[in-house]
């Protein structure tokens, strides 16, 4: 995801050039980050795939937002550490695009070969980017641990040659 849509079929579904400012004005932090990976370990929270799901069927931030809030358990666990819906929607979204972008800077014959390029806007800042590769291995750690709180798996990484 290195803006809204992953891939050529989802083209059609583009965000708004509000959403897409909302998300290149979001820093990311070590605050955020450290809200953000207790959030993503929490088995009352949506994985962040099915959140950044909505946004690929062409939902706004501000819908998607809602649809969170209207979850009673992931209201609170937003509120408990101090997110509202819309942050960690944009901030999600910040997140995974500085992810993609830093994969497709690191492994651009494998995102090529998987027919992993967006089609989308970019969205990934050069600061969350960086941010992103200081703290890449904790991020894909919690995104795996949260993924198995839903009884899913996310592979690991291949090692570096």
Same mark, same amino acid.
């Given at each position: 995801?290195? =803006?809204?849509?992953?891939?050529?079929?989802?083209?059609?579904?583009?965000?708004?050039?509000?959403?897409?400012?909302?998300?290149?004005?979001?820093?990311?932090?070590? =605050?955020?980050?450290?809200?953000?990976?207790?959030?993503?370990?929490?088995?009352?929270?949506?994985?962040?795939?099915?959140?950044?799901?909505?946004?690929?069927?062409?939902?706004?931030?501000?819908?998607?937002?809602?649809?969170?809030?209207?979850?009673?358990?992931?209201?609170?666990?937003? =509120?408990?550490?101090?997110?509202?819906?819309?942050?960690?929607?944009?901030?999600?979204?910040?997140?995974?695009?500085?992810?993609?972008?830093?994969?497709?800077?690191?492994?651009?014959?494998?995102?090529?070969?998987?027919?992993?390029?967006?089609?989308?806007?970019?969205?990934?800042?050069?600061?969350?980017?960086?941010?992103?590769?200081?703290?890449?291995?904790?991020?894909?750690?919690?995104?795996?641990?949260?993924?198995?709180?839903?009884?899913?798996?996310?592979?690991?990484?291949?090692?570096?040659?």
């Amino acid at each position: 995801v290195q =803006g809204f849509a992953a891939t050529e079929s989802d083209a059609a579904h583009q965000p708004s050039a509000a959403d897409i400012a909302a998300v290149r004005a979001f820093r990311l932090t070590p =605050g955020f980050l450290g809200k953000w990976l207790a959030l993503a370990k929490d088995p009352k929270m949506p994985p962040p795939g099915i959140v950044l799901g909505k946004l690929k069927d062409g939902e706004s931030v501000a819908a998607a937002s809602a649809q969170l809030d209207a979850w009673p358990a992931v209201h609170r666990e937003l =509120g408990r550490q101090g997110l509202s819906s819309h942050d960690y929607l944009v901030g999600t979204v910040a997140l995974f695009a500085a992810g993609f972008k830093l994969a497709e800077i690191e492994h651009p014959d494998l995102m090529k070969k998987n027919g992993m390029q967006s089609s989308g806007p970019d969205v990934a800042t050069p600061a969350n980017v960086a941010f992103m590769r200081a703290h890449k291995a904790e991020i894909e750690t919690a995104m795996r641990a949260g993924a198995a709180a839903h009884g899913e798996t996310i592979p690991k990484p291949a090692p570096q040659q």
